[in-house]
């Protein structure tokens, strides 16, 4: 029988992150660490996922709502980790089959692992299988007791352990397979006679080799995995394994990272071939970068959408945009929301767009904010242009037409168009729409004071 439901336990406070946000949620790379371990229970092949909740329970619950294979199970008080499956053993009522157990705060934790476990407690026949690990530093985790033959007796936690115990380098994970019947049977008798006066999950392995039940555990060769997040230091380590799994990713799919350890690129985040990313760069959200492209040093991206061999240059953020083929950003360029640049559209220092289209082979190179306008074909905007978009009540659009001439330093006070092929000259501030074809000029005709100087003195 192929049968797994999988209870995730992220009821904990986490003390030790010294945060008002619940620890599971704390995010791992862009989304909260718990989610992790959901994928991991998704791709074991789990039918029945529980998260037992219960610190800031409604803003878990929150976050996974849309996951419609996922049931919350409250845990109303924290009891510790074997009251948490208990609460959710209530949800399991009539299961008959290998439950596994995963704690919300070891993100890490690889499915093909997680498939190997269970297949390995199927095999093996037995109640428990734990997932142990050699670690150099045990510190924060129970510590795998075993007699002088090598067989399991028990774990101890950091908190209940001897000098000798605590001297012991194999470690709990927190990651089990069991079986329904067996937990079923025994849960109801575990005690919290212990520092912590929590009813231990861990205790249950002690009950059952008591009762020459049979328990397996499986060493996994790579201890990153189980990495436990307790504090913000262990939050840091994991986000930095995290990164280098995404790097060595995309580097093996053909992106070309200058320095590896300083890119910083979350979950979801998708790039083509032959791009190359130089060091400093943050790419975040739900961004899609094309294939050969440039991002120079120091570039933030989030949640954009950016076509092939565009060249983003250095310093500049871009945020909700959409950049088709072959465009140029930068460098400090400040690309909000709802930015759209077609084709061979250049962005050049210091501009700022926002809700901005921009039509094919279109130039702002200097100096510029440009908000909720809509800019045609070939259109030149010089430097130091500015839509005056905002009243200080509501906003309005400016419309410039195909191959128009923006001079440098105009303003264009919205509401406002420009017909196609007009020319606005350097200085104007256009405050009546263009008509196609024309020239606009509004400048204060100059009066030059001869002598003016030598009368101040
Ligand atoms: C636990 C294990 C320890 C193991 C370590 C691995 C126990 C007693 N100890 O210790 O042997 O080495 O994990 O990382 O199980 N939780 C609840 N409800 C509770 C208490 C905890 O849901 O009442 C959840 C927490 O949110 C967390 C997980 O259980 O996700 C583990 O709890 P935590 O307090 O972090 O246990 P550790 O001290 O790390
Ligand atoms: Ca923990």
New binding site residues.
């Given amino acids: 029988m192929n049968n797994i439901a999988a209870v995730i336990?992220?009821?904990?406070k986490?003390k030790r992150m010294k945060s008002g946000l619940a620890?599971?949620l704390h995010p791992v790379v862009g989304r909260p660490m718990a989610a992790w371990s959901v994928d991991a229970a998704r791709a074991s092949g789990a039918a029945d996922i529980l998260l037992?909740t219960?610190h800031q329970s409604e803003a878990v619950s929150e976050y996974f709502k849309s996951s419609g294979d996922l049931r919350t199970i409250v845990?109303e008080e924290?009891?510790?980790?074997g009251?948490?499956v208990a609460c959710a053993l209530k949800a399991l009522d009539g299961f008959n089959g290998t439950i596994l157990i995963l704690?919300?705060?070891?993100p890490l934790l690889r499915s093909e692992t997680l498939v190997r476990l269970t297949e390995f407690h199927r095999s093996g026949n037995a109640v428990i299988t734990m997932l142990t690990a050699e670690v150099g530093n045990s510190e924060?985790?129970?510590r795998v007791v075993r007699d002088h033959n090598g067989e399991l007796l028990r774990?101890v936690?950091q908190k209940d352990a001897t000098p000798d115990e605590q001297a012991i380098r194999e470690?709990?994970?927190?990651i089990y397979c069991m079986a329904s019947d067996f937990l079923f049977a025994n849960i109801g008798k575990l005690g919290n006679s212990n520092a912590q006066r929590?009813y231990?999950?861990?205790d249950l392995l002690e009950i059952a080799v008591s009762n020459g039940m049979k328990c397996l555990a499986m060493q996994t060769d790579d201890p990153d995995e189980i990495l436990?997040i307790?504090d913000r230091v262990q939050l840091a380590e994991a986000c930095q394994i995290m990164r280098r799994r995404i790097n060595r990713d995309l580097m093996l799919s053909g992106v070309t990272m200058v320095a590896p350890e300083q890119t910083y690129i979350n979950y979801g985040v998708a790039i083509g071939p032959d791009t190359v990313i130089h060091h400093n760069c943050q790419i975040t959200g739900s961004t899609v970068i094309g294939g050969g492209c440039i991002i120079e040093t120091g570039v933030s991206i989030s949640d954009c959408r950016i076509g092939n061999d565009c060249h983003i240059k250095a310093g500049s953020v871009l945020e909700g945009a959409e950049l088709h083929e072959e465009v140029s950003v930068g460098p400090m360029a400040h690309l909000r929301p709802g930015t759209v640049l077609h084709k061979h559209v250049k962005i050049g220092n210091f501009v700022e767009t926002k809700k901005a289209v921009l039509g094919q082979g279109s130039k702002a190179s200097h100096l510029t904010y440009l908000g909720d306008t809509e800019i045609g074909r070939d259109v030149n905007i010089g430097c130091g242009t500015i839509t005056c978009n905002y009243d200080g009540v509501k906003k309005h659009r400016t419309i410039i037409g195909d191959g128009v001439f923006i001079g440098s330093d105009v303003q264009l006070v919205a509401p406002v168009t420009v017909g196609s092929n007009s020319l606005v000259a350097a200085g104007t501030t256009v405050t009546v729409d263009v008509p196609p074809d024309s020239l606009a000029i509004a400048r204060v005709p100059q009066v030059n004071k001869e002598g003016w100087r030598l009368r101040k003195k």
């Avoid at 336990?9 to 904990?12: E, I, R």
């Fill in positions: 336990l992220s009821a904990g986490g620890k599971v037992v219960g845990q924290l009891l510790g980790t009251h948490a704690c919300g705060d070891t924060s985790y129970g774990i936690e470690i709990n994970s927190g929590e231990y999950l861990t436990g307790n």
